[in-house]
């Protein structure tokens, strides 16, 4: 492909995310004269404020868990203490050495121009980039391709912007261990980090608005996960609305609480939001490229990610959706086959699989049980305690359960929830038994290795009986 002059490009790529980049780095190897824009550092999210840093700093909370733990399995192990500078240079150096890989291919790659800026459109095909050295430069493309991700989401809640408060992003940075972390929002980052600094040595408070914990699971999956959190002595209050946020003595913060049967106040030395994401798109001035955004600012697409501009197309956190890394990812594969390729690859009945970061984790694919029933299955539930798995007795990691939603009819796994050790590793088992259309009696019936976890999916659909 060829261009005119030195500012209009084949393809244009707005922010280096895990869909960005790569997408990127593969039109200029195809020869596309490719630009690509990043206002900060390369990587997006996931590699710089997002999975590697913080199961870099969950991987460090586990190690304090288990040293604790030390006595349950004959290692004394006394004298723990948490060097948070120490955890925060680990996890630095791990954002460092991924942020290089991505700048060196980015550097290594022909017919590819990095833009360090903001970009704005001007026209549908055309933006405007306000270069981090001051000057101003104008680029053309008739493929545009947007990856800007999103950011965390700040409440309204009055007496908010009047005290110092964490993100997903700040909280990395502390230097010392709070002593009462007050979390705003049960979802998986506000788990994730409640659970890792109830291990580095805080009290730790998390404030959820809704009935359970993690909104879009199970109830038994949430119960499961409110036991071990209680467990771990943390304290989780549930229909909890945070109504006022006020500073409190000694650089403190007063966090005003309703809930159905009374109020209460939490004072707290940090608190931290995590009540969800907001899309980078409102910085992208897309009126003037006439493309159409929800009434929360995500960019909407078809089913092979163009926007309702032609030839213009989203991928990653911004579009909506499931917000996960590998989801970006595949974003990119699907414009790779089908703009390279020739092919006809759609987003359309793509399984979302996640894993949450809890210790033990929670990992997801596939229907719930209360989605299965919302779309009218017949199903049969087979579900089997890790107190029952022979591997997580050995380990010491009996908490949790293993779930699995089968059709009767056809007798395949429409999805599962695995609370327990490694709960993300056996979901990716299940994961590929379901791309593969196995039914639920073939990994009943195999001979795993003894002894795993995987292993346990024999008892598993044991459960369910002869078939």
């Known amino acids: ?279 980078n798109s409102d910085s992208l001035n897309l009126d003037a490229a006439g493309i159409e955004t929800d009434k929360r600012g995500f960019i909407r697409s078809n089913h092979r990610l163009e926007t309702n501009i032609e030839n213009v197309y989203v991928l990653g956190d911004v579009k909506g959706g499931p917000a996960f890394t590998h989801i970006s990812y595949d974003d990119y594969r699907i414009l790779k086959t089908n703009l390279l390729q020739s092919g006809d690859a759609t987003i359309e009945g793509r399984l979302v699989p996640y894993t949450v970061f809890t210790d033990p984790q929670m990992g997801r694919v596939g229907l719930s049980e209360d989605e299965a029933k919302a779309q009218g299955y017949n199903f049969e539930v087979a579900k089997l305690p890790m107190a029952h798995v022979a591997r997580a007795l050995e380990m010491g990691e009996t908490r949790g359960f293993m779930k699995a939603i089968v059709d009767v009819e056809t007798k395949q796994i429409l999805g599962c929830a695995i609370l327990g050790i490694e709960g993300g590793e056996i979901m990716n088992m299940l994961h590929i038994a379901m791309m593969g259309k196995l039914p639920y009696a073939t990994l009943r019936d195999t001979a795993f290795a003894h002894p795993t976890l995987g292993e346990s999916l024999n008892n598993l659909f044991m459960t369910l009986g002869p078939h």
């Not at 290594?108 to 360090?116: G, K």
């Not at 972390?181 to 408070?205: H, N």
């Not at 608005?209 to 499961?224: F, I």
């Open 1 to 279: 492909m060829a261009s005119t002059n030195n500012n209009t490009f084949d393809a244009i790529i707005i922010g280096s995310g895990q869909g960005g980049k790569p997408l990127a780095v593969d039109l200029a190897n195809a020869g596309w004269r490719t630009a690509l824009i990043e206002r900060d550092h390369l990587g997006g999210s996931c590699v710089n404020v997002g999975c590697t840093p913080t199961k870099t700093m969950v991987a460090s909370a586990r190690v304090a868990y288990l040293a604790r733990r030390g006595a349950e399995y004959g290692v004394d192990a006394p004298n723990i203490q948490i060097n948070m500078p120490k955890i925060r240079e680990r996890k630095q150096s791990m954002v460092d050495s991924f942020r290089l890989g991505s700048e060196g291919l980015v550097e290594r790659t022909d017919n590819l121009t990095l833009y360090r800026g903001e970009a704005q459109f001007t026209a549908p095909k055309e933006l405007e980039i306000s270069l981090k050295g001051g000057e101003t430069v104008r680029l053309k493309a008739e493929k545009i391709f947007i990856n800007v991700g999103a950011r965390p989401h700040h409440p309204a809640i009055g007496g908010l912007d009047d005290v110092p408060f964490l993100d997903s992003s700040s909280i990395m940075e502390l230097g010392e261990i709070p002593e009462h972390l007050i979390v705003l929002g049960g979802g998986y980052i506000g788990l994730e980090f409640g659970q890792m600094f109830r291990r580095f040595g805080s009290r730790v408070t998390i404030v959820q608005r809704g009935s359970q914990l993690l909104a879009r699971e199970d109830s038994d999956v949430a119960d499961g996960m409110l036991k071990i959190f209680t467990e771990d002595d943390i304290d989780v209050l549930l229909n909890s609305t945070v109504t006022l946020i006020a500073r409190a003595s000694r650089n403190q913060v007063e966090v005003t609480i309703k809930s159905s049967d009374n109020s209460q106040t939490l004072v707290g030395s940090h608190l931290l939001l995590a009540t969800g994401r907001v899309p």
